[in-house]
């Protein structure tokens, strides 16, 4: 545990230190506020002295005017360092943040099918923001205690060796505590921090699923639910609160005892006429203070410091897994693409012992429209993902125009893809935005020729702004069917050399629908397309129907074809 929290510390100190000159200027202004710091109690000190002896007004104003200035400049070091501090930490945080969710968008969906939405949320926004409170405590605590201590011992010792050893034997037993206590929260804090990510995934998902919810009459059910994750995140971060609160009072406790021991000591030196005078007395024990102060500091930041490295753990969890590599060298062009595609004896499983695809073989002609239907769990969707290269297949290949497609680059393979899901899926911003994601430098009359072939225009008119309209909830004001055109819309922005249509028309009334098909099949003119449906009655003009049952294909062939073999997709067809 003690070297994973390490390793982390030294991740955090390499990644700040790739800002040199904030780093080192906040390092001077730093060792500037402790210097002034310890020196103001040297000046208090000497007007005591002064004031003790006779006729030495002149001295005592002289040190009080060198004291005003010592103490303006560095209140002007200590308003000036925090600005320093903030621009280090943030600029640190939103690298990390950016790192962190550029690095999301570059790894294999195998990976993020297995993490929740909720929680990676929550790493991004909060677990950022604990960290960003942690690093600040150690700029604004950690490095000036540190620093303070060193300083004051070595003054410590030139005013008086015996007490300032007598400070040195005392101090480690607010350590040992404080040392104690962090171990603990830390653990404490580690798992708030993943209590908090099940939190948001509840969260998330109930106030988007709202309506279900209440439909099936399930409040109670994640009332009791969340009633449970809300009291064992409250539990985890009462009880990390509660240990880390506790080593503040007790170091305190310490260094009190401390300060009234060396006291003690002190005015017992004095009183047998030593060499200690009661100016450079009081001067120590404004040192034992400065002395002790930093270990209450320290381990305030100690502890929330537990906190942060737990959360910063949680982020470098996501940068260390590894990125989807790129197996491709080859770009695709667009003249370049006929659509011929070949399922070769494709074996493919989303786990490596439940083999879902064993011996997946295919072609299909350029320019065809293929359907896909089947029960659920058939793989109608895994065809698509393997397509689509979103998943690797575990044997066989899958090839394009006679070129296994692995051969191109994602990006370029990609582009000659339209897709239009079942699930539809809008961002906030305008319709003219949301119509021409993935095409930003689409014109408008380009946008509006879009929504016209979807026919989405209509509405699209009617809307306050028109196509200026900004969808400030994401289109949750608009209906599922007016969602749907727009994402419609965007395949015929694009013109896809490949089309994938995943139930696209399931959310629209029927008139549009038929409209929507018309335009679809315009579209889909020498165009190889790939159509999974449910409902049979809209694929019966298909080239090719793969009917797939287990991850394997049953049968294939047209819809006459089919009928006459009176198989599975005969029995779908009558119970249609």
Same mark, same amino acid.
């Given at each position: ?139 604004? *605590? @950690?490095?000036?205690?540190?620093? +303070? &201590?060193?300083? $004051?011992?070595? /003054?410590?010792? %030139? ?61 109670? *059910? @994640?009332?009791?639910?969340?009633? +449970? &994750?809300?009291? $064992?995140?409250? /539990?985890?971060? %009462? ?338």
């Amino acid at each position: 545990m003690k070297r994973k929290q390490n390793q982390i510390l030294q991740r955090l100190l390499r990644d700040i230190s790739t800002q040199p000159g904030l780093l080192l200027l906040a390092l001077i202004g730093t060792i500037v506020q402790v210097a002034l710091t310890i020196y103001l109690p040297v000046l208090i000190g000497e007007i005591i002295d002064a004031v003790v002896e006779v006729n030495a007004s002149e001295q005592v104003l002289a040190l009080l005017r060198q004291m005003v200035f010592v103490i303006i400049f560095n209140t002007l070091i200590q308003w000036g360092n925090p600005l320093l501090y903030n621009q280090l930490v943030y600029q640190y945080s939103k690298g990390m943040r950016n790192r962190v969710m550029q690095h999301i968008h570059q790894l294999p969906l195998s990976y993020l099918d297995k993490q929740s939405t909720g929680d990676l949320v929550s790493r991004l926004t909060t677990d950022v923001d604990q960290l960003n409170n942690g690093l600040l405590m150690v700029f604004n *605590q @950690f490095l000036s205690g540190v620093l +303070t &201590i060193l300083v $004051t011992i070595v /003054t410590m010792a %030139q005013l008086d060796l015996v007490m300032m050893l007598a400070v040195l034997v005392l101090t480690p037993f607010s350590l040992v505590i404080a040392q104690f206590i962090a171990k603990k929260s830390y653990k404490l804090f580690q798992a708030q921090t993943e209590s908090r990510g099940v939190q948001t995934q509840l969260i998330e998902e109930t106030l988007t699923q709202e309506s279900l919810i209440q439909a099936s009459n399930a409040q109670e *059910q @994640f009332k009791g639910y969340f009633q +449970t &994750i809300n009291a $064992t995140y409250a /539990t985890y971060s %009462q009880s990390a609160i509660f240990y880390s609160s506790t080593v503040n009072p007790s170091t305190r406790f310490i260094n009190a005892v401390i300060y009234a021991v060396i006291a003690a000591i002190g005015t017992s030196r004095i009183m047998q006429g030593g060499s200690l005078t009661v100016g450079q007395l009081v001067t120590f024990l404004n040192y034992v203070n400065q002395y002790s102060k930093p270990f209450n500091d320290i381990s305030s930041v100690m502890s929330e410091l537990q906190s942060s490295l737990a959360c910063a753990e949680r982020l470098y969890s996501i940068l260390d897994e590894s990125k989807l590599e790129e197996s491709g060298k080859n770009k695709l062009e667009s003249e370049a693409v006929q659509g011929e595609i070949q399922f070769h004896h494709v074996r493919f499983g989303y786990e490596k012992n439940q083999v879902l695809m064993k011996d997946f073989h295919i072609q299909i002609p350029a320019g065809s429209k293929v359907a896909i239907v089947g029960p659920t769990g058939a793989g109608k969707s895994t065809l698509i993902n393997l397509l689509m290269r979103f998943y690797p297949v575990d044997g066989g290949e899958i090839l394009l125009d006679g070129v296994p497609i692995v051969d191109y680059t994602r990006e370029s393979y990609r582009k000659h893809f339209g897709m239009v899901l079942q699930e539809t899926w809008l961002k906030v911003g305008t319709i003219h935005d949301n119509i021409a994601y993935g095409h930003p430098k689409a014109s408008r009359e380009e946008v509006i020729a879009a929504a016209k072939a979807a026919n989405a225009d209509f509405f699209i008119r009617q809307l306050p702004d028109g196509y200026d309209t900004y969808l400030t909830d994401a289109g949750e004001s608009l209906s599922q069917g007016q969602r749907q055109l727009l994402t419609i819309a965007r395949v015929f922005l694009a013109i896809p050399k490949i089309l994938i249509l995943d139930e696209a028309t399931s959310s629209i009334d029927t008139r549009t629908e038929l409209l929507v098909q018309a335009a679809f099949a315009k579209l889909m003119e020498n165009r190889t397309s790939f159509i999974i449906a449910h409902r049979l009655s809209t694929i019966q003009n298909a080239d090719l129907i793969l009917v797939m049952v287990a991850g394997d294909i049953a049968e294939y062939g047209n819809h006459q074809e089919l009928m006459e073999q009176k198989g599975i997709y005969y029995r779908m067809q009558t119970a249609q």
